[in-house]
Nanobody, 122 residues
């Protein structure tokens, strides 16, 4: 079982940067693929970024590619999402997801955190 807690969300201006963190419990953290999803008001939850168990493979939604970077530190049981060049369209609640063997981008399963609010003002 994995427990996830996101943090780092806040109000930022368009063009700014922000780093989100997801702290995980459990000694088996390094066996899980990790992902970030987001949900804006009135919209479905959508895939943002994913990283495999070792950190050797990463994937991104087209809308954030080149602006966001996902990373993980297995020694600290933590996953990060570095968000640069933020746009108003990035405003959403961001959720951390853990699954095995891979993150299911279209139909995610596994464990979820409570979410952290990111608001980008233009």
């Amino acid at each position: 079982q994995v427990q996830l807690v996101e943090s780092g969300g806040r109000l930022v201006q368009a063009g700014g940067s922000l780093r989100l963190s997801c702290a995980a419990s459990g000694r088996t953290f390094n066996t899980y693929a990790m992902g970030w999803f987001r949900q804006a008001p009135g919209k479905e939850r959508e895939f943002v970024a994913a990283i495999n168990w070792s950190g050797s493979s990463r994937s991104y939604a087209d809308s954030v590619k080149g602006r966001f970077t996902i990373s993980r530190d297995n020694a600290k049981n933590t996953v990060y999402l570095q968000m640069n060049s933020l746009k108003a369209e990035d405003t959403a609640v961001y959720y951390c997801n853990a699954d095995t063997p891979v993150i299911r981008t279209a139909t995610p399963r596994g464990y979820w955190g409570q979410g952290t609010q990111v608001t980008v003002s233009s």
